[in-house]
């Protein structure tokens, strides 16, 4: 097995940055996507593919990429006072490797002068669960007050009815794996200072199984799903709120080779054009008051997003910034059937400018309440 750089795997200088790396993986990830490539690069795409997953786990994480920089590259060999013991006090060196790797690729390990071996079979066969997929589903504030039923239309993998996910094309017979020689595993032996390191590893192109399949699906070239339009019909529930998420169990993409479908999960986004803002199920809205409504009482009106006029009392000797509650006025509740308070602050508005007229009462109330002015 070569030893793999992952800098070089993912073309970023040693010293690259956290950002670097990051769209280093991005851009790899979107080239070598294996469902984006032909038929007959596929196999060469997955390797590369898991390569750069591989590569990005590492470096994106800056503990595990202290410790493969520190031991030039992890999976092959490590040396001697590290070696895994299983005395002693829970110190796992296995474990820490183990999160290194997602399992597809831990598998390795150990040896000294007594050439020990550990060997994880994880099958690359056995049931994986589908992917989760997220949607974003826009509603308005006046959707907020009614709910609102929505059709989700999107993309997802199936599970291919033709093999039944099995990716295998009905009736065909396996034949031995020419990697492993039908054993499943593959043994490689590398001498270091430290001693004999046995490499050990489930077969990657079988699986670990020995066989592969005579012949792969000719509907999904044997991953065992298919691409297809998928929809949904969603309750938005009146009350919902910004960023709200929904679960939609197994509405997500197919497992593989038999796992179960991942979830479908909706994301609520409140477009706010009304400018009121929203605490729990209460609406708060700030509204102007003429400064003679504020000293001799008055109404005004607020309109709500769903076109609800509420007429709001404002009693004499109000002060700038005094809060008036409308109970039962706010947004519906999603626990309780009934709704949130309305909450209106109160902005006493002082003319910047007055007419004649009015300057000449207002000096008779300035002499009145003797003020000077
Ligand atoms: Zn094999
Ligand atoms: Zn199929």
């Not at 792969?216 to 065992?224: D, M």
């Not at 038999?258 to 199920?281: A, F, M, N, P």
């Not at 300057?359 to 003797?370: H, N, V, Y």
Request: hydrophobic share 30%; aromatic share 10%; charged share 30%.
């Amino acid at each position: 097995m070569p030893k793999k750089d992952y800098y070089e795997i993912l073309g970023v200088p040693r010293n690259a940055s956290e950002d670097e790396i990051k769209a280093a993986y991005k851009r790899l990830v979107k080239e070598w996507h294996p469902d984006k490539q032909p038929e007959e690069r596929k196999k060469y795409a997955e390797q590369k593919f898991k390569e750069i997953q591989e590569a990005y786990e590492v470096l994106s994480d800056p503990q595990k990429r202290a410790m493969y920089d520190k031991f030039g590259y992890v999976g092959e060999g490590i040396p001697h006072e590290y070696h895994y013991t299983t005395t002693g006090s829970g110190f796992g060196f296995e474990d820490i490797f183990r999160d290194f790797f997602n399992d597809d690729i831990f598998n390795i390990f150990f040896g000294d002068q007594r050439t020990q071996t550990r060997t994880r079979t994880t099958s690359r066969r056995s049931p994986r669960r589908g992917e989760d997929i997220q949607l974003d589903v826009s509603v308005t504030e006046r959707d907020v007050f009614t709910g609102k039923v929505v059709t989700l239309e999107y993309e997802r993998y199936e599970t291919c009815e033709h093999c039944h996910g099995e990716g295998v094309e009905p009736g065909s017979r396996s034949v031995t794996c020419s990697k492993c020689h039908g054993t499943g595993v593959v043994r490689e032996e590398r001498r270091t200072p430290f001693g004999v390191f046995i490499n050990q590893y489930t077969c990657d192109v079988c699986g670990g199984v020995g066989t592969v399949p005579g012949e792969v699906c000719r509907v999904c070239h044997g991953i065992g799903r298919v691409r297809r339009k998928s929809s949904v019909i969603f309750d938005v529930p009146a009350g919902v709120d910004d960023g709200q998420v929904f679960r939609i169990p197994r509405k997500g993409n197919a497992g593989l080779y038999g796992g179960e479908y991942g979830d479908l999960y909706v994301k609520i986004h409140v477009q706010r054009t009304s400018g009121l803002r929203r605490e729990g199920d209460d609406i708060i809205v700030d509204a102007k008051v003429d400064y003679v409504t504020a000293i001799l009482g008055g109404k005004i009106t607020v309109t709500l997003p769903n076109g609800e006029a509420v007429e709001v009392e404002v009693p004499s000797g109000t002060q700038p910034g005094d809060r008036i509650t409308v109970r039962g006025k706010g947004f519906p509740s999603q626990r309780t059937s009934r709704r949130g308070n309305l909450v209106v602050n109160l902005n006493v508005e002082i003319p910047r400018k007055v007419s004649k007229k009015e300057k000449e009462l207002l000096e008779e109330i300035a002499r009145i309440r003797g003020v000077e002015f």
